[in-house]
């Protein structure tokens, strides 16, 4: 269904604040971006951007899911690329890693979404929350769709729970990378082998 034009026009207005609010956010610290801040990059009124978001929460959680979003077909070229689930859980955690080495500020907005996520989701606007329940690209989901086949083809142990597998590979895989990106001290192939030993908890031996 096309869009009328007034709904270009507003859905233009809320990228250009979005894009704004991404523009603070990786070039100051979350924390010292004020909502004032944004609208003025975006050039609209402070009455504009708080008739788009309820807060500035509102503006990170969009500005991390677009950015994974856009990395969707990274994600699909790799996993398809490679042979077995343990290969292409390997290339799943490869993408992910090579996105916040590329830009290591997505790092720590993401340890906020995490947070909000988990734990603060009541504080966001109901249009947001929408937009994180029904994104067309889910981490969860693709590394969940990996390890339920890998557990199917024998690649993985046929007994663990798949939701709990799942959240277990990605927080692990979210803490590895952390110390890749804040406080790089070892080179990248140790993080491929701590991979590998992180899927060694799923079962797999290969």
């Given amino acids: 269904m096309l869009m009328t034009r007034k709904e270009r026009e507003m859905l233009q207005r809320k990228m250009d604040i979005v894009n704004a609010a991404r523009e603070l956010f990786l070039s100051k610290e979350y924390e010292k971006v004020t909502m004032e801040e944004i609208a003025k990059k975006a050039e609209f009124t402070r009455r504009t951007l708080y008739s788009y978001f309820k807060n500035k929460l509102d503006l990170l959680m969009l500005v991390v899911l677009y950015e994974f979003d856009k990395s969707e077909p990274a994600y699909r070229t790799a996993i398809d690329n490679a042979n077995s689930s343990s290969e292409k859980l390997m290339a799943y955690a490869s993408v992910y890693f090579n996105f916040f080495k ?13 947070v909000a996520e988990h734990g603060e989701k009541e504080v966001l606007s109901p249009a947001v929350r929408y937009e994180m329940n029904n994104s067309d690209f889910s981490l969860e989901k693709t590394a969940r769709d990996i390890i339920e086949t890998g557990i199917n083809d024998g ?3 046929s007994e663990i729970d798949i939701d709990l597998a799942t959240n277990f590979f990605l927080k692990s895989l ?33």
């Fill in 174 to 206: 979210f803490g590895i990378v952390h110390q890749y990106i804040l406080h790089p001290r070892f080179p990248d192939s140790h993080f491929y082998m701590e991979v590998k030993y992180l899927m060694r908890g799923l079962g797999c031996r290969t």
């Fill in 102 to 114: 590329q830009t290591p500020s997505y790092y720590r907005l993401m340890q906020i979404y995490d």
């Fill in 155 to 157: 690649t993985f142990d």
